[in-house]
């Protein structure tokens, strides 16, 4: 279905120069906010990304966004013309930037199709979904990648590297929230608050910020869940989404997190680690920028690692560079499997009341 074009969007004012030949062609599916605001500049910054197509249900969008990127004309496809980018050399890839519940079957769309997929997160609404869109992958022998940008960002390259060195000492407790107040809405006005299209609502679209930074900053997957959710009765917003997921995990090492992400509570995004010798404080932990860190103990310092502008392009290159000389994918579909199964573990523990145990897969054990 076509939106419209986003009020704040800023167009190139010129298209972008030619890319070298080895450059992978992309067809972006869904011309939305995080695809025009964020992603389509940053291709300009990417070695060898270039966009070769754009897909879109509405047609003026298509010429406006078509024209300021210099899509040809007949590489603009509508979605009931998407199968044709089959025969459509000039596109090597896809990147799906549509509300979730649509993003499983774009991606196999997409693999039978011939084409290499670079997926928004979360990867899907359910681990059945995730699993299917792996499968279309290897029978279609093609890449897929989910958009976790923050393995590319230098703050949080830097604090992995940091607790991989025990720079806090053992880790014992993490605590993450992401939240924000969202504004008077609904499901027939917002898919962020539709069931079908977001699943339970911010713990896929935010708070798998959080799910992400407590695994990748222990190192470790939990053994047990226990969690809750609230949903308040009478307001639009909550009539099919979670307002707050609060989750509890326990590391096989003893280390504990508490994750909390809301839609409606005032915004904050960070992360803390607190361990035997000291903490890491992240808070913006996983923004498109502005991120700050600190590592309080023996030696006490804020740290600056780098410009997390480049979390952009550095997910571009990686895929590039997976679909042209087969690097490794830093953040492949399996990685999206696995905290699909850790949603569903929280989720199945809140509507149950008791605490879910894990296999080391995130597998429900019981
Ligand atoms: N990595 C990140 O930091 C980040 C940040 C924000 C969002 N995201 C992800 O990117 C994806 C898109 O999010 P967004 O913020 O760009 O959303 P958005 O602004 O609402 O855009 C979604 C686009 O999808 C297309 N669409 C197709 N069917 C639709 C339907 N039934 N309802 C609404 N839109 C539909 C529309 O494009 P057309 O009008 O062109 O058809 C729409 O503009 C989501 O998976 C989200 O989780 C990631």
Redesign the pocket.
Known sequence: ???PL?GNVRLPSAPPGRKRSDSVGFAIV??????LN?MMPRFEQAERAHIAAIV???PE?LRRVGDAYGVAEDARYSYEAFEKIASDDRIDAVYI????G??AEWAIRAFAAGKHVLC???MALSSADCERMIAASRRADRKLMI?Y?SHFEPYNLEAMKLMQQKAAGEIRLVRTEQSYRMGPTSPSEN?RTSRA?AGGGPLE?FGIYGLQSALYLTGEMPESISATTFRPAGDARFAEIFAHVSSQWRFPSGAVAQLVTSYDSAGTNFAHVRGTLGALIMDPATSYSGQKMRLEGQNTRDLSPGDPAVQFAGQLNNFTDAVRDGATIRTPGEMGLRDLRLIEAIYASAEAGRTVRLAPDGRRRS
């Open positions: 279905m076509g939106q986003p869904g011309l939305g906010g995080y695809a964020q879109s249900g509405n969008k930037v549509l509300p979730t649509l993003h928004e997160k979360p958009a940008r898919w299209l679209d």
